[in-house]
């Protein structure tokens, strides 16, 4: 008698009727994951889930973007995603499996585990004014949405990520970027290279309490589009970030929620060295 076919819940990626999703998490990729994934209880029921599956719905979510309750069929129920999800954002996991997989690139590229230096920068991203109550216009951009901040080290690994309302101040997300950072970051860090929204003593001043960092103003000398030194590491990291569909503008409810996904991308491309130089 032919076994029937599991329920989608309990089915492996190689158990698929459906093709593999380019964003699914490879045997290699998973093996660097899965230690820094929480360990099942001893007591209680049993998971019912496979974490690897969740991971590649997320990611699945991630690139492909639409609602959650779109994620193809032969992936887990996208209910049970989005509770593993945001399980794991409010415990902490996410974050510790973000800086994990930092570190772990810096390591392979010959650098400290801690970045010395990094550059901070800001984009305005549209949003539906129905979803929250964290949102704003953005008079400068012209954008009615929010505003997310991230702080990269000089390879463009996420450091720090804040999602605000889109008419914050340059220099009031800054810091609430710089805040975010954990004591062994701040610590390390001792240059952080700014445009000129974050010009001004008073900003200066805060990141030194905050951090002990310099800030150093990298101006623009030319009109038009230039790759300005030290500063073109953070607009490639914010160019990765919008190449996947969830992020090309802002839909979530909870900001916390959006700087989850924004660290969730980046997830997936610290899994690819290749993407980076």
Same mark, same amino acid.
């Given at each position: ?57 997320? =990611? ?14 032969? +992936? ?54 129905? @979803?929250?109550?964290?949102?704003? =216009? ?5 954008? @009615?949405?929010?505003?997310? =901040?991230?702080?990269?080290?000089? +390879? ?30 701040? @610590? ?14 008073? =900003? ?14 990298? @101006? ?58």
């Amino acid at each position: 008698m032919v076994e029937a076919l599991k329920p989608r819940r309990f089915r492996r990626a190689s158990e698929r009727a459906a093709k593999r999703y380019s964003t699914d998490l490879r045997d290699r990729e998973w093996e660097i994951v899965e230690p820094l994934l929480p360990r099942p209880k001893a007591r209680g029921r049993k998971r019912q889930v496979w974490q690897r599956e969740i991971l590649n719905a997320i =990611f699945y979510q991630i690139h492909n973007g639409g609602i959650w309750s779109d994620l193809p069929t032969d +992936l887990p129920a996208y209910q049970t995603v989005y509770k593993y999800f945001r399980r794991w954002q409010r415990q902490g996991v996410w974050q510790q499996i973000h800086d994990a997989l930092r570190q772990q690139v810096r390591v392979s590229a010959g650098k400290q585990p801690q970045a010395s230096a990094g550059s901070l920068d800001s984009q305005s991203v549209k949003t539906d004014g129905n @979803k929250g109550e964290v949102y704003g =216009f953005d008079g400068g951009q012209l954008i @009615k949405g929010r505003k997310r =901040f991230i702080l990269v080290d000089t +390879l463009g690994m996420l450091m720090a990520v804040v999602v605000v309302n889109a008419n914050c101040s340059e220099q009031g997300g800054g810091v609430m970027a710089v805040e975010t950072l954990e004591p062994e970051q701040a @610590k390390a860090l001792t240059l952080i290279w700014v445009d000129q929204g974050y010009q001004g003593e008073n =900003f200066a001043r805060v990141v030194v309490q905050l951090c002990g960092a310099t800030v150093e103003v990298v @101006k623009r000398a030319d009109p038009g589009f230039v790759l300005l030194p030290k500063r073109w590491v953070v607009e490639r990291t914010l160019a990765w970030i919008n190449q996947n569909r969830r992020l090309s503008k802002d839909d979530e409810l909870l900001p916390e929620m959006s700087e989850a996904i924004i660290q969730g991308s980046m997830i997936r491309l610290k899994q690819k060295p290749q993407v980076i130089r």
